[in-house]
């Protein structure tokens, strides 16, 4: 699977192994504060939470779904609320140096997923393979999760850029 990068401002695909397009997520202007996409039935937006740009509301068809935030240290947190009520926890983190990349883990720390950086220099935008972790499946939630990956990597990407 993997990220493809649709445009400057931050768009992206989401791409089976087979390179069928899941879905893509649209920013209303250049890594925007806001963000949508339509993924099978579900309409999911992500939008500015705070006026520090720290904090991003997840809505899923209308209802609030959870949030992502960045804090000061540079790590990235996914809440998501689950259909029980308990939110369930995952932590983005950035490997590398000088082939940047990140990791999710989930709230006991097992590695959901990896997102491995492909820089495109002609096109100044960030593409990454996907590499999912043996223990899990590529399902629904599985596929938002990279959603919310890839949306939560922008951010940390362009926050570094930006200062």
């Keep these: 699977m993997e990220i493809w990068s649709t445009s400057a401002r931050g768009n992206f695909e989401i791409k089976s192994d087979s390179g069928e397009r899941l879905l893509e997520l649209t920013y209303s202007n250049w890594f925007a504060s806001k963000a949508e996409t339509l993924f099978e039935s579900d309409k999911i937006e992500i939008e500015l939470r705070n ?6 509301h997840i809505v899923k ?3 609030d779904n959870g949030y992502i935030e960045l804090n000061w240290n540079g790590d990235v947190r996914i809440i998501l609320k689950s259909e029980n009520g308990v939110g369930k926890q995952y932590a983005l983190k950035a490997v590398g140096f000088w082939e940047m990349g990140f990791e999710l883990f989930d709230q006991y720390e097992t590695k959901i997923l990896s997102l491995k950086q492909n820089f495109n220099w002609k096109r100044i935008s960030y593409n ?36």
Excluded at 51 to 56: D, T, V
Excluded at 152 to 160: E, I, R, S, V
Aim: proline share 0%.
């Design 128 to 163: 990454y393979g996907i590499e999912i972790a043996d223990n899990q499946e590529v399902n629904h939630e599985m596929v938002e999760l990279i959603l919310y990956s890839g949306f939560a990597a922008n951010l940390f990407m362009a926050m570094a850029v930006g200062g």
């Design 51 to 56: 006026i520090w740009h720290s904090k991003f």
């Design 61 to 63: 068809n209308g209802l």
